[in-house]
């Protein structure tokens, strides 16, 4: 005799105790802490916090941990908790001239005021597994060296250089006082403002970033990318209190900056200057930020009257799947039961079918259902 | 079981349940126009029936009784998730007896129980937007609505009768509502359709990812979409469930071996217990073996 599945609860409460034993691992093994992740995966931390949009380095490493070291699951987390957060207000933009550069790069320029400064870059390591990391202990690691500071150095930065001589677009000024979009607190419309796009692509998912970013640079909306200058560092937040009349530092976030020089535009009745595409991340992210910058780009093709070609300048493809959180959850809900669903596309299939063998109708396509 | 104190009743926060109460409002003064607003980010996945906790969260009261359902029954396990939650954030009673909740939160079905005046059904949306498939661009579709431009989906009705003689959509069948907006009516198989017409209960649509909330206020006409000469069918079944021997009801297909045994049951678990516990018998419950022209 049938009985009708029941105990979801129960099977709900031992899958979770499952998955919090399949996360510890083998308890002979020591287990991490939040600080080895936040201080020795920083990148993933980093990932975490700006898909997560949400700056706080021992929650991000908190949600790696909980979510077994996947990112997506773990930015999922600290977005139902950043949810749920109050608003005080918003900061003042953050001076990205006035970063306290850790690394800052020009492909534009061979030398510039400031330098290249390689700082900690993965970039000209050659991808040889070190097998000394996986031997326990650890050797004491030698002080780099660094060129020393010097503190009235400056380090313009290079959009503004090439902005001096009137060759590039002037950077948008923000209007003191003018609302600032969030698309966390109001539904995205289209077309959208450069604001709103550009949240939503710095909360995007760094892969589809990556993959649009490169679809550009093989001809699909291509918008000739120079890296005017890619910087990363620490930057001051601001918030403006009003009853005080100025504004006062929160703190420092490190951040990611990268400013790519585009193709050029020009008419008769204008002068050629180049373009500009912005990308900025939290933490040190140059793939995402570059991604963005060239995305961020294409994206301003209706602006420059472009031919739209490829899908990173399409408004709605792009911004309506960068989330990873939204993409996830959609993709993975076919794991729900579908079965009333599936009853319902089974009884046509079959009515369709008997009606083919008696030959009361024949199909003028053989095409399926959608 | 008490609210946990961290979070405020029904986990939203008030401003948040304000916002979401004035796009249902709204959604209700024009029936089947899709509300955008604010949606959250929700400690469940989006596609798991984010929208439909944002309504339930933002109407809950105190006072109300909660019934879950997905796919028909209160005890598959996102059911069961999602009434959990409301149990830890709201402390409300939960029922599994439809006549006795006040909120109805549905994934893919309506009840088989006539719905009652003083009740709401919040319906789970993933893709709020029927002409979607047919045309992706929002700023297209949003156009069509405001021009009560359907045509596009009347041909496609007709293509479809054309191919296969029949209108190939069996679930999210589209509907018309108030004689003005063409509606999805979410995932339900179209064998629920006719049960949202003139319906006493108030229906409301939650769709959490693509942040729209609709409505189909009580006693509203809903229609679903046909033609003259191919009319509306609602799905039928050839059997009566296997265990309450009902013939009025949605039936799931259980695969009982691999030599092409099945069964049919009641989709709608509540209303198959309660038959049962009235004396009806399916031939496969009760120890009779009743053929399938003597039940019921």
């Given at each position: 005799m049938y009985v009708a599945v029941k105990g979801g609860e129960r099977a709900i409460a031992n899958a979770h105790s499952l998955l919090a034993k399949s996360r510890r691992g083998d308890e002979s093994t020591p287990e991490l802490t939040v600080t080895q992740i936040e201080q020795q995966l920083s990148l993933s931390v980093d990932r975490v916090m700006a898909e997560g949009s949400l700056y706080d380095r021992p929650l991000a490493a908190l949600a790696i941990k909980q979510a077994r070291g996947d990112l997506i699951e773990a930015i999922f987390l600290i977005r139902a908790y950043r949810t749920t957060l109050p608003r005080f207000g918003f900061s003042e933009p953050v001076d990205t001239s006035a970063m306290e550069v850790r690394r800052r790069i020009s492909a534009t320029y061979k030398d510039l005021p400031g330098g290249q400064v390689l700082g900690p870059t993965f970039d000209y390591t050659h991808r040889l597994l070190d097998f000394a990391l996986a031997a326990e202990g650890e050797t004491a690691i030698e002080a780099p060296a660094t060129a020393p500071v010097d503190a009235d150095a400056t380090m313009p930065r290079v959009t503004d250089i090439i902005a001096a001589d009137d060759l590039i677009e002037k950077s948008p000024v923000a209007e003191p006082g003018a609302p600032v979009g969030d698309l966390t607190r109001d539904p995205l419309a289209?077309?959208?403002?450069?604001?709103?796009?550009?949240?939503?692509?710095?909360?995007?998912?760094?892969?589809?970033?990556?993959?649009?970013g490169y679809s550009t640079q093989r001809g699909y909306g291509r918008n000739h990318p120079f890296v005017g200058e890619i910087r990363m560092g620490e930057v001051e937040v601001e918030l403006m209190v009003e009853e005080l009349g100025f504004a006062v530092p929160l703190g420092e976030i490190t951040v990611t900056e990268c400013q790519m020089v585009n193709q050029f535009t020009g008419s008769t009745k204008e002068k050629a200057r180049f373009t500009r595409g912005y990308g900025l991340s939290f933490g040190h992210c140059e793939r995402r930020a570059m991604s963005m910058s060239l995305v961020d780009r294409a994206l301003r093709s209706t602006e420059f009257e472009e031919e739209i070609k490829g899908p990173a300048q399409d408004e709605e493809f792009v911004l309506s799947h960068s989330d990873n959180v939204q993409a996830t959850g959609f993709v993975e809900h076919?794991?729900?039961?579908?079965y009333v669903d599936f009853q319902a596309e089974l009884a046509l299939l079959r009515q369709m079918r008997a009606e083919y063998e008696a030959g009361t109708f024949a199909p003028a396509h053989q095409e399926a259902a959608e | 079981m008490s609210a946990a104190p961290a979070?405020?009743?029904?986990?939203?926060?008030?401003?948040t349940k304000r916002m979401i109460r004035r796009a249902i409002l709204k959604a209700i003064a024009i029936p089947g126009y899709q509300v955008p607003f604010a949606s959250r980010e929700m400690p469940m996945p989006y596609g798991w029936g984010t929208g439909g906790v944002q309504i339930t969260a933002a109407i809950l009261g105190k006072q109300d009784v909660l019934k879950v359902i997905d796919q028909g029954?209160?005890?598959?396990?996102?059911?069961?998730s999602i009434r959990a939650f409301f149990a830890k954030t709201a402390g409300v009673e939960g029922t599994t007896a439809t006549e006795k909740a006040t909120i109805i939160q549905t994934r893919h079905r309506i009840p088989e129980a006539a719905m009652q005046d003083?009740?709401?059904?919040?319906?789970?949306?993933?893709?709020?937007?029927?002409?979607?498939?047919?045309?992706?661009?929002?700023?297209?579709?949003?156009?069509?609505?405001?021009?009560?431009e359907y045509g596009?989906?009347?041909?496609?009705?007709?293509?479809?009768?054309?191919?296969?003689?029949?209108?190939?959509?069996?679930?999210d069948y589209p509907v018309e509502v108030a004689g003005r907006y063409v509606m999805a009516p979410s995932p339900i198989p179209k064998f629920d359709n006719p049960k949202m017409d003139d319906c006493p209960a108030l229906q409301l649509f939650g769709a959490g990812r693509e942040k729209r909330i609709y409505a189909v206020p009580p006693y509203t006409k809903v229609v679903s979409l046909d033609f003259e000469d191919h009319p509306f069918e609602p799905t039928k079944f050839d059997h009566p469930c296997a265990l309450c021997?009902?013939?009025?009801?949605?039936?799931?297909?259980?695969?009982?071996d691999d030599k092409g045994g099945r069964m049919f049951v009641c989709s709608d678990t509540d209303y198959c217990e309660k038959r049962r516990a009235e004396g009806h018998h399916g031939h496969l419950y009760g120890g009779e073996d009743m053929p399938l022209e003597a039940a019921e």
């Amino acid at each position: 005799m049938y009985v009708a599945v029941k105990g979801g609860e129960r099977a709900i409460a031992n899958a979770h105790s499952l998955l919090a034993k399949s996360r510890r691992g083998d308890e002979s093994t020591p287990e991490l802490t939040v600080t080895q992740i936040e201080q020795q995966l920083s990148l993933s931390v980093d990932r975490v916090m700006a898909e997560g949009s949400l700056y706080d380095r021992p929650l991000a490493a908190l949600a790696i941990k909980q979510a077994r070291g996947d990112l997506i699951e773990a930015i999922f987390l600290i977005r139902a908790y950043r949810t749920t957060l109050p608003r005080f207000g918003f900061s003042e933009p953050v001076d990205t001239s006035a970063m306290e550069v850790r690394r800052r790069i020009s492909a534009t320029y061979k030398d510039l005021p400031g330098g290249q400064v390689l700082g900690p870059t993965f970039d000209y390591t050659h991808r040889l597994l070190d097998f000394a990391l996986a031997a326990e202990g650890e050797t004491a690691i030698e002080a780099p060296a660094t060129a020393p500071v010097d503190a009235d150095a400056t380090m313009p930065r290079v959009t503004d250089i090439i902005a001096a001589d009137d060759l590039i677009e002037k950077s948008p000024v923000a209007e003191p006082g003018a609302p600032v979009g969030d698309l966390t607190r109001d539904p995205l419309a289209f077309p959208a403002a450069r604001d709103l796009r550009l949240q939503n692509l710095a909360r995007g998912d760094e892969g589809f970033l990556l993959a649009l970013g490169y679809s550009t640079q093989r001809g699909y909306g291509r918008n000739h990318p120079f890296v005017g200058e890619i910087r990363m560092g620490e930057v001051e937040v601001e918030l403006m209190v009003e009853e005080l009349g100025f504004a006062v530092p929160l703190g420092e976030i490190t951040v990611t900056e990268c400013q790519m020089v585009n193709q050029f535009t020009g008419s008769t009745k204008e002068k050629a200057r180049f373009t500009r595409g912005y990308g900025l991340s939290f933490g040190h992210c140059e793939r995402r930020a570059m991604s963005m910058s060239l995305v961020d780009r294409a994206l301003r093709s209706t602006e420059f009257e472009e031919e739209i070609k490829g899908p990173a300048q399409d408004e709605e493809f792009v911004l309506s799947h960068s989330d990873n959180v939204q993409a996830t959850g959609f993709v993975e809900h076919l794991k729900l039961p579908h079965y009333v669903d599936f009853q319902a596309e089974l009884a046509l299939l079959r009515q369709m079918r008997a009606e083919y063998e008696a030959g009361t109708f024949a199909p003028a396509h053989q095409e399926a259902a959608e | 079981m008490s609210a946990a104190p961290a979070y405020n009743f029904a986990y939203l926060d008030e401003q948040t349940k304000r916002m979401i109460r004035r796009a249902i409002l709204k959604a209700i003064a024009i029936p089947g126009y899709q509300v955008p607003f604010a949606s959250r980010e929700m400690p469940m996945p989006y596609g798991w029936g984010t929208g439909g906790v944002q309504i339930t969260a933002a109407i809950l009261g105190k006072q109300d009784v909660l019934k879950v359902i997905d796919q028909g029954a209160d005890d598959t396990t996102n059911a069961v998730s999602i009434r959990a939650f409301f149990a830890k954030t709201a402390g409300v009673e939960g029922t599994t007896a439809t006549e006795k909740a006040t909120i109805i939160q549905t994934r893919h079905r309506i009840p088989e129980a006539a719905m009652q005046d003083h009740q709401i059904i919040v319906y789970q949306v993933p893709l709020p937007e029927p002409l979607r498939l047919l045309e992706p661009r929002e700023t297209e579709t949003r156009t069509m609505h405001a021009l009560a431009e359907y045509g596009l989906m009347h041909v496609k009705l007709y293509e479809d009768i054309t191919r296969h003689g029949h209108i190939a959509k069996t679930f999210d069948y589209p509907v018309e509502v108030a004689g003005r907006y063409v509606m999805a009516p979410s995932p339900i198989p179209k064998f629920d359709n006719p049960k949202m017409d003139d319906c006493p209960a108030l229906q409301l649509f939650g769709a959490g990812r693509e942040k729209r909330i609709y409505a189909v206020p009580p006693y509203t006409k809903v229609v679903s979409l046909d033609f003259e000469d191919h009319p509306f069918e609602p799905t039928k079944f050839d059997h009566p469930c296997a265990l309450c021997g009902s013939t009025a009801s949605y039936l799931d297909e259980v695969v009982t071996d691999d030599k092409g045994g099945r069964m049919f049951v009641c989709s709608d678990t509540d209303y198959c217990e309660k038959r049962r516990a009235e004396g009806h018998h399916g031939h496969l419950y009760g120890g009779e073996d009743m053929p399938l022209e003597a039940a019921e």
